[in-house]
């Protein structure tokens, strides 16, 4: 039986492309996206901590970032790794990846030949860049054991197609990132055992939800801003899936129509919380408080959860904000 060939043996990288025992393989591309984290600066430094090497036998960890989607579990990701001034590469996750997408796979080139173009993944690993799996708990229990020996101490992946046993360059960092929906597979034990740390990414306190606001949409009017600020904070409160990318969306929507129409934006916010949350953003506009945020209400009353501000009341009616 033939070994597989390894990475330590006949590599070179030319710019995009990369040579590994004797297989061309073409490299994919960085993400380059203009992205800044602001929020919790102590989910920053559990990051920065997880990915350093303090020894030369140390290896980095593989930390998991869990929490809503849109609460900014890829952001914080980039961001740390641009500060860190290493190539981003970012791939989306679904619940069709198979091993092959994670890794390499063969192509048709235009004379006819099979060209092996190499995952974001593999690209990271060979180039020493830290690589994002974004939505990772989307994917099945066979493509994450494709990855088991990278998430160790071994630091590489086998590729079934092209028989290359690739090792990850020292500088190689991967974090995942995970949404706690019911769209989502259940992580293996042996995999959640090697993404590690576990960083929990909650929603913004108020002064940082208008900060990421203002970044994001630096012409919108502060009335404005406080309108979107004021109602993502009560529903924050109450554990509602109403994010800071929601906030955005909405503000963005009041601001085209103000200027289709010219008038105030302010005058399209209920119309925006419906066409970006639906009725769920409606119902809750309107005070209508939905059953899971009464049961966080009652813990709330219970002093089982922090209180920031005034209570809901159920069956309230108008738009408070």
Wanted: aromatic share 6%; charged share 25%; with cysteine.
């Amino acid at each position: 039986m033939t070994p597989p060939k390894t990475a330590a043996a006949d590599r070179a990288e030319d710019g995009r492309h990369a040579r590994i025992g004797g297989i061309d393989l073409t490299l994919a591309h960085p993400d380059v996206i203009e992205m800044k984290w602001i929020g919790n600066q102590r989910l920053r430094d559990q990051l920065v901590a997880a990915w350093m090497t303090v020894a030369p036998s140390d290896i980095p960890l593989n930390p998991r970032l869990i929490g809503k989607p849109g609460v900014g579990k890829t952001t914080l990701a980039y961001a740390v790794a641009r500060a860190m001034d290493a190539e981003v590469y970012i791939y989306q996750c679904t619940m069709d990846t198979r091993p092959e997408d994670l890794l390499i796979t063969p192509v048709i080139a235009s004379d006819g030949r099979i060209a092996y173009h190499a995952s974001a993944l593999v690209t990271a690993m060979i180039r020493g860049g830290v690589c994002i799996l974004d939505e990772a708990n989307r994917m099945s229990e066979k493509s994450w054991a494709s990855l088991a020996p990278l998430l160790d101490q071994r630091r590489y992946v086998e590729s079934i197609v092209t028989g290359l046993k690739i090792q990850a360059s020292p500088e190689f960092r991967i974090c995942c990132t995970m949404n706690d929906d019911a769209s989502t597979y259940e992580v293996p034990e042996y995999i959640q055992s090697r993404l590690q740390p576990q960083i929990e990414v909650t929603f913004p306190n108020r002064e940082e939800e208008i900060q990421i606001l203002r970044y994001n949409l630096p012409f919108s009017g502060d009335e404005l801003l406080e309108m979107a600020v004021s109602f993502l904070q009560k529903a924050h409160r109450l554990n509602l899936r109403f994010t800071s990318r929601d906030g955005v969306n909405i503000l963005r929507y009041c601001i085209k129509m103000g200027e289709l129409k010219g008038q105030d934006p302010r005058q399209f916010f209920d119309e925006a919380v419906q066409g970006v949350l639906g009725q769920d953003g409606t119902d809750f506009l309107n005070g209508i408080v939905p059953p899971t945020a009464r049961y966080h209400q009652r813990l709330r009353d219970q002093d089982e959860l922090p209180d920031d501000g005034d209570d809901l009341e159920e069956g309230e009616s108008g738009n408070p904000w």
